[in-house]
Structure formats: C-alpha cells, structure tokens
C-alpha cells in the first residue's frame, strides 16, 4: 500500500488456514509464519478462490478437503455442492446436503458484498482476486478450534479465531488494523463465521467415520541414495536420499555418520515435502561429503506407517556417481527395497520431480 492509500498490485486476499495440492503448499507458504496451520491430517479445509472483475462480475472456484484429500466442490454458476470421493455423498442426507447448499449460497453472499465493500473503502481497482481457506479440527484431547486467516499481496493482514469469535490484524499496519476493524464491525459476517465453524464440527465428525479409510492410509516410503559430484567444484561428493511414495505427509529424514548423527557443521539441505500425482508425497535430502575418507554415511527415515521402526539406507564408497543405492534396513528387522538403476537414470535424466518411483520391496 502506498502513501496515497492505493494498493500497488491487486488485491489477493487468503482467508487461510493451508494443503495443500500445490495452492494450498503455496497458501501455507505465505502465512505460516503468523498463522496456526493444523496440528494433524485430519482437518476439513475449504480453499475458495474467487475472482472480482467489476463490482457486478463474480467468479469463484470452491473445494473442501478432509485432510489433503479433495471431498467436494462447489459449482460457480448453480451453487451445487458435487462430490468427488465415492464416501463423500453419504456422509450426509440429502435434506442436510440441501441446508449445506443454502448455507453456503448465504456465505457467498455475504463474502462477495465484504469484499467489494472493502475495495471500495481502499480505493482498490478492479480486477481484484480473492483466495480463502478456512479448517476445523478436533485435536486429540477431544477440543476443536478453527481459524480463517487473510492476506492481501502475500502478506497476512487478518485473522478470525472460532474461539476468540473477532478479527484480529496480524501485523501493525494501516491496512490490517483498518480491515480487522472494519470486519468487527460487520455484526453479520461474525454471526455467519460462527454459525460455519459450529456446521464445520459436524460435518467433520461425519466426514472422519465415512471417509476413515481414505483418510487414515498409511503408505510405505521408498528410498533411494545416490552420490552425484558436488556442485560447488571443490572435488567433495553430493550424496542425495530421495523418499517418495509416502502417506501421511508428515516425515522426518536425517543423515547418519558411522550410525551416528551428523556434526553440527555438516551441510545438509532438505527440500520442503512434495505431492505425487497418486496423493502421496516425496522429499529429498542431500550432504556435502569429503571425497575421501574412511566414513559410513546413512540416510534415516522416520514415518508412521514403518510402525515405529526406522528405515535406514546405507551409502558405500567406491560406488559409481549418479547411481543409487537400492537397499534399505529396518532398525530391529531388515527390509530391503530395491528399485531398478536404469529406472531411476531415465528419471533423473528427465527430472521428473513429481514421478513416483517403482519400488519392489522384498522382506529378508
């Protein structure tokens, strides 16, 4: 915003909690700093999207999310809720998919004239884009909270807590006090908010019996280390652990020295978690070695479905760059996954940072 009260670019506002799919990695890119994103899998999220060509143009895209996994839409010309998971449709009656339907139309409503309010009293210029995102959750100890952040231009501005039921600007600017102030003020909006989040609760409770299946999966996680030169010149090594096909997302994968953990001045870098096209996820690690020396370097992966084992990957010297290696042990058993060289060349070769590997686990 610049001192005559403009925005410099139009407005972007996230009414956010996330992802997920890549907008809503993206959404909780921007905000996670200041926003209290979901503690587990198991949240509803509805990612809306809404474009504003004029003050009497509308278009909107809408889709709810149990967890990452995409449940149902909302048509932009008919306000017709569809369903995308065979379980979706029976969560509810068809009476309670009709009230969810009004509901939403009411909300929309509601949203589109804040929105143009708000452009108007900013002295914003149309096109205006709009993405929100609001979740519920039940927590483990049976307590629910949800939240529904904003943004505009990738910067938080607001956020409405279900428990404190009030906006508040996330950061101390003009812009953020003056819309958090101006949302409080909207006695309507608030008492539609409420009445959301308490439906979002219900349906959640719901969503999670019907949908348990999907949602509860637990994928194996395939990984593969590989030793590249580094590309810093230096004549030291790139050893690189690659994970895929895991579910749930959370992960945690760690560099081992002689089976023990790495010095505090080792070089890791770590990529953020990423989607597959199959709904699971990969990540990728790498360290920077000496290029001689008489050390044993391991790639450790941690994950819910290994039942509370660790899957740890062992990396020799002597083996050829750019290969990988294709063994793998469990801490107390020993699983060996096994992945086919030329496979992984052809990927590599393509950088196919979204292509899932084949994997032929054996068990010795």
């Not at 995409?70 to 449709?89: C, D, M, R, Y």
């Not at 307590?143 to 600007?169: C, H, Q």
């Not at 990984?223 to 090594?237: C, D």
Request: proline share 6%; glycine share 6%; hydrophobic share 40%.
């Amino acid at each position: 915003m610049n001192v005559n009260g403009q925005w410099k670019y139009p407005l972007i506002i996230l009414l956010s909690p996330v992802r997920m799919l890549l907008l809503s990695f993206w959404v909780c890119r921007i905000s996670s700093a200041a926003f209290p994103l979901p503690e587990g899998h198991h949240a509803l999220r509805i990612l809306q999207t809404t474009m504003f060509q004029n003050p009497s143009i509308t278009d909107f895209e809408i889709i709810a999310l149990l967890g990452d996994v995409e449940t149902h839409t909302v048509e932009s010309h008919t306000g017709k809720i569809s369903f995308l998971q065979p379980w979706a449709n029976s969560s509810l009656t068809p009476i309670e998919w009709k009230r969810l339907e009004k509901v939403a139309k009411i909300y929309l409503i509601g949203f589109n004239q804040t929105v143009h309010n708000i452009i108007q009293a900013l002295n914003i210029s149309y096109p205006a884009v709009a993405q929100s995102l609001m979740f519920c959750e039940i927590q483990p100890n049976g307590t629910t909270r949800g939240y529904y952040d904003a943004a505009a231009n990738r910067k938080p501005l607001v956020i409405f807590s279900a428990d404190a039921g009030v906006w508040a600007a996330q950061k101390k600017d003009p812009a953020a006090l003056s819309i958090a102030h101006y949302l409080n003020q909207n006695t309507g909006t608030l008492a539609t908010l409420r009445s959301l989040f308490s439906q979002c609760i219900k349906v959640l409770k719901t969503f999670l019996q019907t949908g348990k299946a999907t949602v509860e999966r637990q994928e194996l996680p395939v990984a593969v280390v590989f030793a590249r030169e580094s590309p810093t010149g230096s004549g030291s090594l790139l050893l690189v652990c690659r994970v895929t096909g895991f579910y749930p997302r959370p992960i945690k994968v760690a560099w081992l020295q002689d089976e023990e953990g790495m010095p505090d001045n080792s070089m890791v870098n770590t990529t953020q978690i990423l989607p597959n096209h199959d709904l699971t996820y990969q990540i990728r690690s790498s360290l920077v070695i000496p290029p001689a020396g008489t050390h044993r370097y391991s790639c450790k992966v941690e994950h819910s479905s290994l039942g509370g084992k660790s899957l740890v990957i062992p990396w020799e010297r002597g083996e050829n760059l750019k290969t990988g290696v294709t063994a793998g042990s469990i801490c107390g058993g020993v699983i060996v996954v096994s992945i086919a060289t030329a496979a992984f060349y052809w990927w590599y070769k393509k950088h196919r940072e979204y292509e899932d590997v084949n994997r032929a686990p054996a068990v010795v």
